[in-house]
T-cell receptor, first 113, second 110 residues
């Protein structure tokens, strides 16, 4: 099993450009998540999806959109990138239910100039 | 809402020293509690967990006990190694969300 995979690993954008971060999991998990990690801030939840066809906002959703394409895939879109979105983005998945752990992807390092 | 307070770092220890990283949380009800570890350039990995009061999670020599009365889940290891150098995150899970602390950076020197 590959677990949780993310593409791309690195990306540099200019202000105003758009891009989509891809995430896929092969563990048959219902719940999927997008986080951003900034120095001194820990992980902050952007959006999550408790099941195929549903998405919910997290702590910092502004400037982002998501699509739960199917059970395996959960993408994050930046429509008009801003320097404040420079961060490391992690996707995670888990079996639904608070006793279950999340499994994380390797991350995407995004720089917006 | 739910939140977590984690001991601030960075923490620097000599090899074979005793480690404690404090974690306290606020939550409605009784969350499940997790410790994650992040090695440089990687995503987070589960280190251990406890899902009910008085449970002890353990893995790779690390331990943490779910203390309902003090709403704490402190991470301990009796003898750290250089390979334990990483960032450690405490995270209660309530409902469908995790609430991550800011992380504690640990460096172990030979």
């Amino acid at each position: 099993n590959a677990g949780v995979t993310q593409t791309p690993k690195f990306q540099v954008l200019k202000t105003g450009q758009s891009m989509t971060l891809q995430c896929a999991q092969d563990m048959n998990h219902n719940s999927m998540y997008w986080y951003r990690q900034d120095p001194g801030m820990g992980l902050r939840l952007i959006y999550y999806s408790a099941s195929e066809g549903t998405t919910d906002k997290g702590e910092v959703p502004n400037g982002y959109n998501v699509s739960r394409l199917n059970k395996r895939e959960f993408s994050l879109r930046l429509e008009s990138a801003a320097p404040s979105q420079t961060s490391v983005y992690f996707c995670a998945s888990r079996v639904t239910g608070e006793v279950y752990e999340q499994y994380f992807g390797p991350g995407t390092r995004l720089t917006v100039t | 809402g739910d939140s977590v307070t984690q001991m601030e770092g960075p923490v620097t220890l000599s090899e074979e020293a005793f480690l404690t990283i404090n974690c306290t949380y606020t939550a409605t009800g009784y969350p499940s509690l997790f410790w994650y570890v992040q090695y440089p350039g990687e995503g987070l990995q589960l280190l251990l967990k406890a899902t009910k009061a008085d449970d002890k999670g353990s893995n790779k020599g690390f331990e943490a006990t779910y203390r309902k009365e003090t709403t704490s889940f402190h991470l301990e290891k009796g003898s750290v190694q250089v390979s334990d150098s990483a960032v450690y995150f405490c995270a209660p899970s309530h409902g469908n969300q995790f609430y991550f602390g800011t992380g504690t950076s640990l460096t172990v020197i030979p």
